[in-house]
Every structure is written in structure tokens, then in C-alpha cells.
Nanobody
């Protein structure tokens, strides 16, 4: 089994930066995708924010964060660098791992394609 533990959440002002980390452990041999998802208090579903396809590694971003957020994977850590944050970035952020082999952005950011999740870390953006 794979275990994921997020860290780095907190409060940040509009326009500021924050970096989230996810520590990956366990049997990681079958992981194909690693991603970051978020859920706001007004939504019940998790939105795909950024994802990386590990074998190559292609990166995918939602239109709401592209150009501001950067996903990186190195060894047993997945990070999400958040720059120029906005109030709408306020959410609980989850790290996720998937073993599927689909392609393209819709697959990479689809929450149903991930089967292991962390517990989440809160990010609050204030004015």
C-alpha cells in the first residue's frame, strides 16, 4: 500500500507564495500519476489542480492555476509551489496517487483515476 502525508499548508496573503509537500511511502512501484487536488468549503467534490505522469514526466494543470502553480516530483516527495495566490485558492489540498495508464489532461486531473489519498492540508488566502 501507498501512504501519503501532506504538509506545508497555512495562511498566506493575496499575491504571496506557499509550497505544499507530500511525503510518499510504501509500495510505490505501480504509481503512474501523482496529483494535487483541492476542495473548497462550498464544494463536495475535489478539483484536480496539477498532476504529473511519472514515467515521462508530463505535467498537467487546471486552467485556474496554470502559470501560477508548479508541481514537482523528486524521489519520495511531491510538491506544489503556489505563487501569486488568489482568494479563490483557499481550500483543503490533497495529494493523490493513481496507477492507471490513461492519457491527456482530463484523465490526469480526474479524481476518479486516483485511488490513494492523503488526509489534506488547509490553505487560506487572505486579503
Amino acid at each position: 500500500q501507498v501512504q501519503l502525508v501532506e504538509s506545508g499548508g497555512g495562511s498566506v496573503q493575496v499575491g504571496g507564495s506557499l509550497t505544499l509537500s507530500c511525503t510518499i511511502s510504501g509500495n510505490t512501484a505501480k504509481i503512474m500519476y501523482m496529483g494535487w487536488f483541492r476542495r473548497t468549503t462550498s464544494e463536495t467534490e475535489r478539483e484536480g489542480v496539477a498532476s504529473v505522469y511519472l514515467p515521462y514526466p508530463y505535467k498537467y494543470y487546471s486552467t485556474s492555476v496554470e502559470g501560477r502553480f508548479t508541481i514537482s516530483h523528486h524521489s519520495a516527495t511531491l510538491t506544489l509551489e503556489m505563487n501569486n495566490v488568489k482568494p479563490e485558492d483557499t481550500a483543503t489540498y490533497f495529494c493523490a496517487a493513481g496507477s492507471g495508464k490513461g492519457w491527456f489532461r482530463d484523465y490526469a486531473l480526474g479524481r476518479r483515476n486516483y485511488d490513494t489519498w492523503g488526509q489534506g492540508t488547509q490553505v487560506t488566502v487572505s486579503r
